[in-house]
């Protein structure tokens, strides 16, 4: 696999990739309402191309043979100490799962967020998706608090955890 820094130009790409993944992950759990008001929100090609060419986010596109199969975003989180990184989105798609994709781009996140002076890298993850809560505690992270998310007009509750570089 191979871990590049998207640019502008992938956005259609990564539109139908973080959609594909994000429904796969969570649409079983939730209604398609809920999953369709926000999925027509957050993952459409003009609000990828946005998220890309925003200064102080990085994506990275995990690809395989030409094809895009996973993907992280980290950011500076406004108003948080210096030295927070936060890993906004990270996904692998489902036919890729249990091939050590996770934790090469789990490597390629740490050394982004280190070129961003990061101290601390922190994230969000819903508390009923079991398998990124262990992926993620494998990596170092711990719970420290939690937050409510809203998919659609579910007010839902995410873990926030966080690890040390």
Not at 29 to 52: I, K, P, W
Not at 81 to 107: C, K, N, S, T, W
Not at 139 to 161: A, E, K
Request: proline residues 4%.
């Amino acid at each position: 696999m191979i871990i590049r820094v998207a640019t502008p130009d992938d956005a259609a790409t990564l539109a139908a990739l973080s959609l594909k993944t994000f429904v796969d992950t969570f649409a079983p759990h939730n209604t398609a309402a809920d999953m369709d008001s926000y999925t027509s929100v957050a993952f459409g090609e003009s609000q990828q191309r946005r998220e890309l060419e925003t200064e102080g986010v990085i994506t990275l596109l995990g690809e395989e043979n030409g094809d895009a199969i996973a993907y992280a975003q980290i950011r500076h989180t406004p108003g948080a100490p210096h030295g927070d990184v936060e890993i906004a989105r990270f996904y692998v798609d489902q036919p890729h799962h249990g091939r050590g994709i996770a934790q090469m781009l789990m490597d390629a996140v740490d050394a982004q967020a280190r070129k961003l002076g990061a101290v601390r890298i922190w994230l969000g993850v819903w508390e009923h998706n079991l398998r990124a809560i262990a992926f993620y505690g494998k990596c170092g992270f711990v719970q420290c608090g939690s937050h409510p998310f809203i998919l659609g007009t579910d007010l839902q509750t995410d873990w926030d955890m966080n690890r040390t570089l």
